[in-house]
């Protein structure tokens, strides 16, 4: 077994990001006992599905599950050169092709329940070797071991590898960058998945702005502005510097009762005492 040392980037340690691959990693506990081996594919290049892929797989270790990270993006991995993993010599290439053994191109890192297979060397034959024997035979291997098992494929949209990795998984989940993909691209994609028997778990919208005001600083505004203006018109008269002072009303001037009025009233007390 080999060993790297990771490199994350200050983005990858920051909390909210951390707290949001937590409930990332709850959604695919809560998918089922069953969802073991999770592939993670984009659309195209360049949307984030490696960094979401090694956070997920981080969550998962930080959380006490054993767990290995598969970088099955054999045309253009990018793992070894971000997180400057130093001199990793052996790869999943070196296992597909019956070199090496599974447990030779496994790396323990310095995050505990943290493993992971690197790419290796660019074969020929991507797709012909994820999806042989030796492949399937390896992942159930795997499962024998680690709790779980993440697996970075390259972008579906460009070569069909991520849909030949993701038949043989329990789950999938696809990354979107945000305002960077049509609705029909992610829709084609998409399909490419259901026509390879793959499971979907999810989608993952990566890479969204979330400087800007929260909805509830939003509906804040909303409500200030429009209820405000609302109340300020209507109540407003009825407030502290709008109170109108009544003015005090005459003393009335009491009328002497006449004798026929006491005749009357003298009358009804009689009545009333005989009850």
């Given at each position: 077994?080999?060993n ?20 990332l ?17 984009s659309c195209t290049?360049?949307?984030g ?7 997920l797989?981080r969550a ?15 045309r ?9 993993t ?14 090496e ?16 297979i690197?790419?290796?060397p ?15 035979k ?6 024998q ?10 972008p579906l949209?460009s070569?069909?590898?991520a849909a ?10 696809m ?6 993909i049509?609705?029909?691209f992610?829709?084609r ?12 778990l999810?989608?993952?919208l990566?890479?969204?702005d ?28 009825y407030?502290e ?26 009358y009804l ?5 005989k009850?």
């Amino acid at each position: 077994m080999q060993n790297a040392k990771l490199h994350f980037s200050q983005s990858e340690n920051n909390y909210q990001i951390k707290e949001a691959y937590k409930t990332l990693r709850s959604n695919i506990e809560f998918s089922g006992q069953n969802v073991k081996v999770v592939s993670i594919t984009s659309c195209t290049p360049g949307e984030g599905k490696t960094t979401v892929a090694m956070a997920l797989a981080r969550a998962f270790a930080e959380a006490g599950k054993k767990t290995v990270l598969v970088d099955a993006d054999m045309r253009k991995s990018v793992l070894v050169g971000r997180y400057k993993t130093g001199s990793v010599r052996l790869g999943l290439t070196h296992c597909l092709v019956g070199r090496e053994r599974l447990s030779s191109v496994i790396c323990e890192t310095d995050t505990p329940n943290l493993y992971v297979i690197f790419s290796g060397p660019v074969p020929p034959n991507p797709s012909e070797l994820l999806g042989g024997r030796i492949f399937g035979k390896a992942l159930e291997n795997m499962k024998q071991v680690f709790d779980y098992i993440i697996i970075d494929t390259p972008p579906l949209g460009s070569v069909i590898d991520a849909a030949v990795v993701a038949k043989q998984c329990d789950g999938t989940v696809m990354v979107i960058e945000s305002n960077a993909i049509s609705y029909r691209f992610a829709q084609r994609v998409k399909d490419q998945l259901d026509k390879a028997g793959a499971k979907m778990l999810g989608v993952v919208l990566n890479k969204v702005d979330i400087t800007g005001k929260g909805y509830y600083g939003h509906y804040g505004s909303y409500y200030g502005k429009y209820y405000g203006k609302y109340y300020g018109k209507y109540y407003g008269k009825y407030g502290e510097d709008n109170i109108e002072v009544p003015s005090k009303p005459k003393a009335s001037v009491e009328k002497e009762p006449s004798d026929d009025d006491l005749d009357e009233l003298n009358y009804l007390a009689g009545v009333m005492r005989k009850d």
